[in-house]
């Protein structure tokens, strides 16, 4: 086999900003590859924006929404797993009120993506994957949501787009990707809008072994 060949290639991401990255490649078809997955991807700019919001103390002052009753087999799970996205909430609601009031489109997205999570009533969820949001997930679900509707990748229910996309409620992204979050914001109704947008998701992805619970 040959050995792999190294350069820099100029690509349009998935974000729209032209980015000139950094490419291993054995052959033409590799290199195609290569710059397909790439176009999938965020620009290295992008991906620094990220990881300052990430990492701003933002304050205590939250974006303003609810949340979906959470679906668990018993009672005692279905209060912690409440409890994680709570603590969750502490960290995130506050960035997400940051970027309801940017207009790129990159904050738009990055709010659509940590609301999206937010709207995962799995408990196991909760339970499990409480310590592995972080950027590089983020950014993940911030580039299939740029990318949808078309996603004919096969994506792992890992993160909450791949939630949401294991045939469970497609409605639900085409939904989260047309949601603009500084009009939702100005908007007097918001709590109404997302009490029925909590009901709307606790009835869409609740399948039958779920129970309610309060
Ligand atoms: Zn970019």
């Known amino acids: 086999m040959p ?14 900003h032209k980015d ?38 933002f304050g205590q ?6 949340f979906p009753i959470m679906a668990g087999s018993s009672p005692a799970q ?3 797993a409440t409890d994680v996205r709570r603590d969750e909430f502490k960290k995130f609601g506050p ?4 970027l309801s009031k940017d207009p790129s489109e990159l904050a738009k997205f990055a709010w659509r993506a940590i609301y999206m999570r937010f709207m995962v ?3 196991r969820y909760w339970l499990d994957g409480r310590n592995r949001f972080n950027v590089h997930l983020w950014a993940t679900d911030i580039q299939r949501l740029m990318k949808a509707p078309g996603i004919s990748d096969v994506v792992s229910a ?4 791949g939630w949401f996309a294991k045939g469970r409620n497609r409605d639900a992204l085409g939904y989260i990707i047309g949601i603009n979050p500084a009009c939702d914001l100005q908007g007097k109704n918001l709590p109404l809008m997302h009490l029925w947008t909590a009901e709307m998701f ?7 072994d779920e129970r309610k619970a309060s």
Not at 202 to 208: C, D, E, N
Request: glycine share 6%; charged share 20%.
């Open 3 to 16: 050995s792999p060949m190294h350069r820099n290639i100029d690509v349009t991401m998935v974000c729209g």
């Open 20 to 57: 000139n990255a950094p490419v291993s490649y054995r052959g033409s078809r590799q290199l195609l590859d290569e710059r397909l997955n790439l176009k999938k991807m965020l620009c290295h700019e992008c991906m620094g924006s990220l990881s300052t919001w990430y990492s701003t103390d």
């Open 61 to 66: 002052l939250a974006y303003p929404m609810d």
């Open 78 to 80: 279905t209060k912690f």
């Open 95 to 98: 960035i997400m009120l940051a």
């Open 121 to 123: 009533t799995n408990v």
């Open 158 to 161: 890992e993160t909450p787009y």
């Open 202 to 208: 606790r009835q869409s992805v609740s399948t039958g």
